[in-house]
């Protein structure tokens, strides 16, 4: 025949002079909206927690009372888990963006490009470039082929994206 033995807890908040309160020995952690319990056999044996007590660093309470401080941290956290996966979520590239609307990915692919020809240091190179990924006219392509050295390319470079 076995005794049913129910274990016993004692329950604990935060006093007005403390921010949060361990001790290692019996278990018991407490912190700021959240009480902490601990079994009694253990609380019996914890001078830690008995000078606690005594100094207004964390203060016995019921269960109830206990029940309803982590029930309201615990609601208070899911919602917070919440908010913070609202706030991480990746909103979609809308589908009909008007055709001279960009996006940011666009932009920055955009600034991507237009910095390659920096790296570049031939004349021939750059004009190359300036022919491809410029929108020159017939006089602004003459006006290129002309060009001889590479600083004078990359000044003409610079003066085209700058309009």
């Known amino acids: ?79 917070l888990k919440e908010e913070k996966k609202a706030a991480a979520e990746v909103i979609e590239k809308p589908e009909n963006l008007p055709e001279n609307m960009e996006t940011e990915e666009e932009e920055e692919t955009e600034d991507e490009i237009d910095e390659s020809w920096k790296e570049l240091k031939n004349a021939d190179e750059l004009k190359v470039w300036a022919t491809e990924n410029l929108e020159l006219t017939d006089d602004e392509k003459a006006e290129l082929d002309e060009l001889d050295k590479a600083k004078k390319v990359k000044a003409f470079i610079e003066d085209k994206q700058s309009i």
């Open 1 to 79: 025949m076995s005794k049913n033995l129910k274990v016993s807890f004692k329950h604990f908040k935060l006093g007005t002079k403390a921010s949060i309160f361990y001790d290692p020995i019996s278990g018991l952690k407490v912190t700021m909206g959240k009480g902490g319990k601990v079994e009694s056999k253990k609380f019996l044996k914890s001078k830690k927690i008995k000078t606690a007590m005594a100094n207004g660093h964390i203060i016995a309470i019921d269960e109830n009372e206990f029940n309803k401080m982590n029930n309201s941290y615990n609601q208070d956290a899911a919602e």
